[in-house]
C-alpha cells in the first residue's frame, strides 16, 4: 500500500500521530489501513481513528466522519478498515454483525497443534470485576461464556525458530481476544502476547498479524479484498514480510 506520510507534519500544540498511515485500499466509500502494533485501533490522539481523520481533513481532522467497523488489539498488526460516509458504516457494520465478514490472521506460536488443519471450539470468559482481565476458556455453560469458532491451518515456514509454529487462522467469531485465549488455552501462547504466556517478548506488539480481510463493498455490492503485508519484525522469527 502507498504512505501518506507528508500530511502527518505535527503542527505546533497539536497531538503526535502515527507516521506514515499506511494506505491499502481507498475509495469514496472506505479507508483500509495497515495498523501497526502497539497502536490504538481508536481511543487516543495517536490512534489510528485519529490519523484517518487528519490524513482525509488536514485543516479540520474533527470535521471528518471515519465509522469503526470492526477493531484490533492494541499489540496487533495488520488490516482495519474504515468507512467514509454513514451508509458505508451501516452496511459494513451489519455484515461484522452476521459474521459474513471473513477475516484471516497469520500467528507464529509456541509450540503448535499436532494436526495439519482443524477448528478450535471454545466458550470464552472474561473477569471484568476489577477492569477487563484476561480471557479464559472456560467449561460449556459458564455464566456470561460466550462461544468462539476458529479454523487452523498449519503452515511450513523454513527457517522459523525452534519450537515455533506457523498458523494461519480463520477466525467465525469475533470474540474479545479470541485468538490469543483460544491459543494459549491450548498451551501455545502468540509469540509476544505475554497477557496470555508468552516467554518472550516481540517488538511492540505481538506475533498475531492481520493478514486479509473480505467484506461485499458497501456499494458496489462486489467483493472487496484487501491484504496487509507483514512487518519487518516478522523477519526475526523466520516469517519474510510480503
Do not use: M
Amino acid at each position: 500500500g502507498r504512505h501518506a506520510s507528508n500530511r502527518f507534519r505535527r503542527r505546533k500544540g497539536e497531538p503526535p500521530v502515527p507516521e506514515p498511515l499506511a494506505i491499502l485500499f481507498e475509495d469514496v466509500h472506505c479507508l483500509a489501513v495497515a495498523k501497526p502494533a502497539g497502536v490504538l485501533s481508536q481511543g487516543d490522539a495517536e490512534s489510528l481513528e485519529a490519523a484517518a481523520r487528519l490524513y482525509l481533513r488536514p485543516d479540520e481532522p474533527e470535521a471528518a466522519y471515519i465509522g469503526l467497523v470492526h477493531r484490533l488489539d492494541r499489540p496487533v498488526s495488520g488490516t482495519l478498515l474504515l468507512a467514509k460516509t454513514p451508509k458505508a458504516a451501516r452496511r459494513l457494520a451489519d455484515q461484522f454483525a452476521r459474521r459474513v465478514a471473513r477475516k484471516e490472521y497469520w500467528a507464529v506460536v509456541a509450540g503448535g497443534p499436532p494436526t495439519a488443519e482443524g477448528a478450535w471450539d471454545d466458550w470464552l470468559w472474561q473477569d471484568d470485576s476489577g477492569g477487563p482481565g484476561p480471557v479464559q476458556v472456560v467449561r460449556a455453560g459458564t455464566p456470561r461464556a460466550k462461544r468462539a469458532l476458529t479454523r487452523y491451518r498449519r503452515e511450513p515456514a523454513a527457517g522459523l525458530g525452534e519450537g515455533l509454529c506457523w498458523l494461519r487462522l480463520w477466525p467465525e467469531t469475533g470474540r474479545t481476544h479470541q485468538l490469543r485465549a483460544q491459543s494459549s488455552g491450548r498451551g501455545w501462547p502468540i509469540v509476544g502476547d505475554r497477557a496470555y504466556g508468552s516467554a518472550v517478548g516481540f517488538g511492540p506488539g505481538i506475533a498475531l498479524h492481520a493478514r486479509a480481510l473480505v467484506v461485499e463493498h458497501p456499494v458496489r455490492r462486489e467483493p472487496l479484498t484487501i491484504e496487509a503485508p507483514l512487518p519487518d519484525a516478522w523477519g526475526a522469527l523466520g516469517l519474510r514480510p510480503g
